[in-house]
């Protein structure tokens, strides 16, 4: 599939959703070059694909219907620089990377425009996530932390009280 078949309306909400500026984390170029007396406007913007139009382009090869490839939810509008930074390195920027930098992006037009984001199906109010791009193998069910009156030199103490004798050594 060619770029010609990304339809009007697909365009249209990829443009709205984008908020006129680069997708790419901290570029914020605008998209959009203001004409002057002279010539008119230009439109700077790229749309990239997340999952490649063709199964030959980077990122081509994931399972996704040939219809979904030139729908909004698969493109990201970002200036030409990224564009090629983007197919260039398919292995750096992958479908994960791609679908967070949309999502991250969204999430900051609809908050620079006064509207909340979707609210997330948990609740991410009290901790942030740190990502070091590495996959995550598994997470545990539950985490539990408590406030504790030991200081660092009394932790030789502490394990004198432990009981360790049910402890199996792995």
């Known amino acids: 599939m060619s770029r010609s078949n990304i339809s009007p309306k697909e365009m249209k909400l990829l443009a709205l959703q984008s908020g006129g500026i680069c997708a790419f984390p901290n570029c914020k170029q605008s998209l959009v070059a203001r004409g002057d007396g002279v010539d008119g406007s230009t439109i700077l913007g790229e749309i990239a694909h997340i999952v490649a139009d063709s199964r030959q382009g ?16 698969n493109l990201i509008l970002v200036c030409s620089t990224h564009h090629t930074l983007i197919d260039s390195q398919p292995n750096t920027f992958s479908i994960p990377v791609l679908q967070q930098v949309k999502s991250d992006h969204e999430a900051l037009v609809k908050q620079l425009s006064g ?30 932390t408590a406030p504790c009156d030991f200081q660092d030199n009394e932790v030789g103490q502490l394990r004198q009280i432990i009981d360790y004798s049910n402890c199996k050594d792995e």
């Open 115 to 144: 509207k909340k984001a979707d609210s997330p199906s948990f609740p991410l109010n009290a901790e942030t996530i740190h990502s070091t791009l590495l996959p995550v193998t598994h997470l545990p069910r539950a985490m539990f």
């Open 58 to 73: 980077p990122r081509g090869d994931a399972p996704l219907d040939s219809d979904e490839r030139d729908k909004a939810a």
